[in-house]
């Protein structure tokens, strides 16, 4: 069954394909059925007019005063205005860190750096439809995601590093772990609180204090972040957060006091920092993009698999480093699997994020819009075969329709290329030992899907893939106890579990 919806207020229609069995009673029964709109209220969230920086528990406004403007990208309409960092607020912003690590949070004991951490994540689940409402405003995700998705996920990396925090003996056995100092963390703007909780929980429960630049498209959740900081009582300077394009991005690397820079974006600009810190002693970790294959053998379930392929690529827009981007489907089922997915394409909802039946929000701006729009393109002039659901877009806004590709070939840039949107290019495979080929040959190795009935092939599957996260019989499901991270231009390093902790510590012999 499928939907047909209209959201007045939005002037949203949207409109599932016309097939027979779309249209609620059967054949011959054309009632389609609507979903009314159910927006989430959005005065949950007070927007102050203007954010400054967040440096040394202070709200402080950038040294030469200047600002840049977040917008919504499902309406185009400003936001708020944030403060923008110069190079000497990050040096503020560094120092303001280096004091708080070696006169507060480094001496604290791991038990009460732990209380903070519990406390954090305490007042996120608490102030949790006020974050989740923020993000989707900022980010133009599905409310459905940030709230059920991004705002728990992110209490819960709290939750979990602060368990740790006063374990790190049995973290680390025989070895003492000290703290690196200050760590320089740079996110991207895909899941803004999300990819915040990744990188500060894991430090401050080691003992470090942080200075995160969030991407200059989404600072709002992390700016709200810095009232947790402050409503946890947390010691002024082991968060700052300082808002700013990518250059002052840059000069936060290169800073000479920083100990520890963690990235999470492209992979052009995960090898430009690499390169800015080589020759130092900085630590580094870099989570960069992904091409993953989501493999789909003759006896996997169809229908269950064509919600993990649905799940593994429209999440978020696609707008996901993990995301199933390339269907490798076998041979003598790429038939009816392609007609249950187009079906079930018709039943995205495409729309208003702040609305609860929305699955597939906004893009995240225009100029990702642009590279999405380029990039199909290209599929097109290459000879492609591209499906869109019949859906009418919101006028305004940066929205781009559930896109599927099937005559793909392994040289068309659509197969190679990190397109990072809602578009699922369709290959096919004969052989378990093809699916591998065709799954490895990709620069990339962040993530990869297996469905298959067979646990057996699974686990064979598995060893094989050069991909950092392999799921099997589902995708996109993460925890805070699992590690996370890629193979080749995929980055180095692993957030998430105990191997994320890893990354924050100096370990030294007893
Ligand atoms: P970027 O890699 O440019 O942005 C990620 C973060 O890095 C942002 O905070 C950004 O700041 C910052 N940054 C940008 N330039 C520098 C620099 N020279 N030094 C230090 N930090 C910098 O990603 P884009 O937003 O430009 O997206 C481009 C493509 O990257 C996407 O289409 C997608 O393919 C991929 N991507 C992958 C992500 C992943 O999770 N793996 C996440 C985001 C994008 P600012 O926002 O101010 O530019």
């Not at 409109?15 to 059967?26: D, V």
């Not at 990396?157 to 025989?174: I, Q, V």
């Not at 038939?335 to 906004?362: F, Q």
Request: a neutral charge; proline letters at 6%; hydrophobic letters at 40%.
């Amino acid at each position: 069954m499928t939907a047909m919806a209209t959201d007045s207020e939005t002037s949203v229609t949207r409109t599932g394909a016309r097939s027979p069995n779309s249209w609620g009673l059967g054949d011959g029964q054309a009632i389609p059925w609507e979903y009314a709109p159910a927006p989430e209220a959005r005065e949950i969230v007070t927007l102050k007019e203007r954010y400054g920086l967040f440096i040394g528990g202070r709200d402080v406004a950038a040294s030469d005063g200047s600002t840049f403007v977040s917008v919504d990208p499902s309406t185009e309409q400003p936001l708020a205005e944030v403060a923008r960092a110069t190079p000497a607020d990050i040096d503020k912003a560094v120092r303001a860190a280096r004091r708080a690590q070696r006169r507060a949070w480094g001496p604290l004991p791991g038990k009460e750096r732990a209380k903070y951490l519990f406390r954090i994540a305490r007042i996120l689940q608490e102030r949790s439809r006020e974050f989740a409402v923020l993000e989707s405003m900022d980010s133009g995700k599905p409310i459905k995601e940030s709230r059920d998705v991004d705002v728990p996920l992110a209490a819960a990396h709290f939750w979990y590093y602060a368990g740790w925090a006063d374990k790190l003996d049995y973290a680390f056995p025989g070895r003492v772990a000290r703290p690196l100092g200050v760590a320089a963390q740079i996110i991207p703007w895909n899941f803004p609180l999300l990819m915040l909780a990744w990188k500060i929980a894991p430090a401050l429960a080691a003992g470090n204090a942080v200075v995160l630049k969030p991407a200059s498209t989404t600072p709002l959740s992390a700016l709200l972040f810095a009232d947790v900081c402050r409503q946890a009582d947390l010691p002024p300077g082991v968060v700052n957060i300082v808002p700013g394009p990518g250059e002052v991005g840059m000069s936060l690397v290169m800073h000479p006091d920083v100990d520890k820079v963690a990235f999470t974006g492209s992979t052009e600009i995960g090898k430009k920092i690499q390169r800015g810190v080589a020759g130092t002693d900085k630590a580094l970790t870099l989570e960069l993009g992904g091409k993953a294959a989501n493999i789909v053998f003759d006896d996997a379930p169809l229908d269950q698999a064509v919600e993990g392929i649905v799940n593994g690529i429209y999440f978020n827009q696609g707008e996901v480093c993990c995301a199933g981007s390339r269907l490798l489907a076998q041979e003598s089922i790429v038939e009816p699997l392609i007609e249950k997915l187009k079906d079930r394409l018709s039943t995205i909802r495409v729309g208003d994020p702040l609305d609860k039946n929305t699955d597939v929000g906004a893009i995240n701006s225009k100029s990702q819009l642009e590279k999405i729009s380029e990039l199909v393109q290209s599929g097109v002039d290459e000879g492609a075969e591209m499906y869109q659901p019949a859906c009418d877009l919101p006028e305004r806004g940066y929205f781009f329709r559930p896109t599927l590709f099937t005559n793909v070939a392994q040289s068309h840039r659509i197969a190679r290329e990190e397109i990072f949107g809602p578009v699922l290019s369709v290959l096919t495979f004969r052989t378990p030992d093809e699916a591998v080929e065709k799954a490895n040959n990709t620069a990339y190795g962040l993530s990869a899907g297996i469905w298959t009935e067979k646990g057996s092939r699974i686990l064979n599957m598995a060893s094989r893939m050069r991909a950092g996260v392999v799921w099997a019989n589902t995708f996109n499901r993460f925890d805070p106890t699992a590690p996370f991270g890629g193979y080749k231009e995929s980055g180095f390093g692993r957030e998430g579990g105990m191997h994320g902790l890893h990354a924050y510590v100096r370990l030294e012999d007893r």
